[in-house]
C-alpha cells in the first residue's frame, strides 16, 4: 500500500489520468478501428480501392494535423486542443456508426486523423510540462505501456461487439471518448491547469515555429531517423501479415498470434527495461532498439517455423520498447521550454514512414519475396541509427557552446 501510495504521489494527477485515459482510449480505438475495413466492405458499395484511399487518407491528415495542434497548444494552451481532440473523436466514431456514403466517411476518417496529431503531441508535452525532467521516460514508458495495454484489450472486445451489431463498436468508442472528454475536463479545472497554462503560454506564430523547425538541423536529423525507422516499423505491422499468408498454411492464425506476443512481451518487459534505458542516453537506447529491430527482421526473413517467428517478434519488441519512449525523451530534451508542443506536434512528420512504408513492402514482397523485404529492412533500419548519432553530436556541440557563451 505504501509503495501504491508512494507511486501516485511521485507524479502530477493529471498525469495519471493521462495514461489511464490512454489505456481506454486506445482499447476503445482499437476496438473498432481495425474493423473499418471489413465494416466499410460490408456494409457500403466501396470498392476495395476506395477502402484503401478512405484509410489512407486518415493518416495523410495526421501527418500535418500534429505540427499545427502542437503550435496552437502553444499559444492558446494544452487543454483547449486536447479537449477539442477528444470532443471531435466522439463525433467521429458516432459518425461512422451512422453515416453511409463514401465521401462523409473519407471526412470523418480525415477528423480522425486530425484529432489523433493534435491530442497525442499535446498529451505528451502536458505530461513532459508536469512531470520534472528526471521522471520524464518512466512517463512516456509507462504512457506506451498504457498503448500497448489497450491495443491488447480493444479488438477482442471489438470482435465481440461487432457479432451483435457491426455499428455497435464505433458507437461504444464515440460513447467512451465523450465520457473521458468530460472527465478530463472537470479534472483540468479542478487541478488548475487553466493556471499552469498562463504562466506556460508563449505567442509563437505559425511562421515562427516554421522557421525555428527550418532551423533546427538537428530536429531534422531525428525526423529523418524517425521516419527510416516507421519505414521498418510498418513492414511487421502491416506487410507481414501477406508475407505470413503466402509462405504459410495458417498464415492469418500465426499473425494473429503475433501480435499478441508483441502486446505481452510490451507489458512484462516495458518496466524492467526502462530502468535498464534509464542509465544510458537516449541515443544509445534507440540504437540499441534499432539493432533489436533489425535483428528481429532478419528473423522473419529466415524463419520457417511458429517457434522462430515468435522468438523474432519477441526481439524485435524489445526494440519497440527501448525505442519509442527514447524518441520521445531526444524532443522533449531538443525542444525550447515555449515551443514543446511545437516539437512534439512536429515529431509527427515521421507517420510519412508509416504511409509510404506499406507501399514499399508490398513492391518488395512481390518482386523479390519476404526474406529479401526483411534483409532490407533490417540494413534500412541500422541506417536510421546514423541520423539519430549525427543529431547528437550536433546537439551536445551546440549545448557546449552555449555554455562557453555563457562563461
Known amino acids: 500500500m505504501n509503495r501504491l501510495r508512494g507511486f501516485l504521489n511521485s507524479y502530477h494527477p493529471i498525469v495519471h489520468t493521462l ?75 458516432l459518425g461512422f456508426g451512422m453515416v453511409k456514403l463514401p465521401i462523409l466517411f473519407m471526412l470523418l476518417n480525415m477528423l480522425n486523423g486530425l484529432c489523433r496529431s493534435f491530442y497525442e503531441p499535446v498529451s505528451q508535452a502536458l505530461m513532459a510540462d508536469l512531470t520534472e525532467p528526471a521522471k520524464r521516460l518512466k512517463v512516456f514508458s ?132 526502462t530502468r535498464l534505458a534509464e542509465k544510458y542516453t537516449p541515443v544509445a537506447a534507440i540504437v540499441i532498439g534499432n539493432l533489436m529491430f533489425a535483428l528481429g527482421d532478419v528473423g522473419f526473413a529466415f524463419s520457417h517455423s511458429l517457434v522462430w517467428l515468435i522468438i523474432s517478434m519477441g526481439i524485435f519488441t524489445l526494440g519497440e520498447i527501448l525505442n519509442y519512449p527514447a524518441a520521445n525523451m531526444l524532443i522533449d530534451k531538443l525542444a525550447p521550454e515555449h515551443m514543446r508542443g511545437t516539437y512534439f506536434g512536429a515529431q509527427t512528420l515521421t507517420n510519412i514512414g508509416h504511409f509510404i512504408g506499406p507501399w514499399v513492402g508490398g513492391f518488395l514482397l512481390v518482386s523479390y519475396g519476404g526474406d529479401t523485404l526483411y534483409v532490407l529492412m533490417a540494413v534500412l533500419t541500422i541506417t536510421g541509427s546514423i541520423f539519430y548519432w549525427r543529431g547528437s553530436i550536433r546537439q551536445m556541440m551546440a549545448k557546449n557552446t552555449s555554455k562557453k557563451e555563457f562563461f
Open 19 to 93: 495514461i489511464l485515459g490512454t489505456v481506454m482510449a486506445r482499447a476503445a480505438s482499437s476496438m473498432s478501428l481495425p474493423f473499418l475495413a471489413i465494416y466499410l466492405a460490408r456494409h457500403t458499395s466501396m470498392s476495395a480501392v476506395m477502402i484503401g484511399i478512405v484509410i489512407g487518407m486518415g493518416s495523410l491528415a495526421g501527418t500535418v494535423g500534429g505540427f499545427i495542434g502542437g503550435t496552437l497548444s502553444d499559444r492558446f494552451g494544452r487543454r483547449i486542443i486536447m479537449l477539442a481532440a477528444l470532443f471531435g473523436w466522439a463525433f467521429v466514431f
Open 142 to 273: 509507462m504512457r506506451y505501456m498504457a498503448i500497448n495495454l489497450g491495443v491488447a484489450v480493444g479488438p477482442l472486445l471489438g470482435a465481440f461487439f461487432a457479432t451483435m451489431n457491426g455499428a455497435l463498436p464505433f458507437l461504444i468508442t464515440g460513447i467512451i471518448y465523450f465520457i473521458y472528454a468530460v472527465t478530463l475536463y472537470a479534472l483540468l479545472i479542478a487541478f488548475g491547469i487553466k493556471k499552469i497554462e498562463g504562466e506556460k503560454k508563449s505567442s509563437v506564430t505559425f511562421g515562427s515555429a516554421v522557421r525555428v523547425i527550418r532551423s533546427d538541423m538537428t530536429f531534422r536529423l531525428y525526423i529523418f531517423g524517425g521516419i527510416i525507422g516507421a519505414i521498418g516499423y510498418s513492414q511487421v505491422m502491416v506487410t507481414l501479415s501477406q508475407y505470413l499468408e503466402q509462405s504459410f498454411v495458417d498464415g492469418v492464425k500465426m499473425f494473429a498470434i503475433l501480435m499478441s506476443v508483441n502486446a505481452i512481451v510490451v507489458i512484462v518487459m516495458q518496466i524492467p527495461l
